[in-house]
């Protein structure tokens, strides 16, 4: 996700301190990961030397001056075409999870074993996810869903390969 980007939406409601941008990117989209300061300053100040924000006030702190940011014309400009773009599909053609299994299977360790371990852990983190969810608001539920129909996806390919192991070894190691 694009940090900038995401500040940019934010100040189009109103222009926002650094502290105040943090605050509401971590409420709706830093959960898992929230922003740390030095990545709130840097990523203002390249909106700021790239014209797509403006310092709208400043105002005086209990250490140093408190800026209030406002975006300009150019970065409205900016996120609407962020908005329009459609994101790139992910396509995992080659994941970390499926070399492990080749190189389990090349190495003569039990690819089988490797596979109910990373179905567990799938497994544990959608227990996670799904308590999360019937906790959380609406936001909150659909990136629980998102991830959720993710795993689900990660879980068929789980099954799907243990259920071709003994083909895959057969062909990996011919």
Sequence with gaps: MSIGHTFLGLLESSP???????????????HSRPLHFGQVYSTLSRLLRNGLVEVDSVE?????????????????????????????PEPYLQ????????????TGRPAADLLDTQRAEHLRLMRDL??????????D????????????????WLELTAARLDELAKEVRG
């Design 130 to 139: 799904t308590r999360r969810k019937t906790r959380g608001d609406l936001a």
């Design 16 to 30: 926002r301190h650094g502290y105040d941008l943090k605050r509401a990117y971590d409420e709706r989209f830093g």
């Design 141 to 156: 539920q659909l990136i629980c869903d998102h991830a959720l129909f993710h795993l689900e996806a990660d879980l068929r």
């Design 60 to 88: 005086p702190g209990e250490g140093p001056e408190r800026k209030r940011y406002a975006i300009t014309e150019a970065g409205v400009t900016d996120v609407q075409r962020w908005l329009s773009q459609p994101e790139k």
């Design 95 to 106: 994941s970390i999870l499926y070399t492990k299994v080749v190189l389990a299977l090349l």
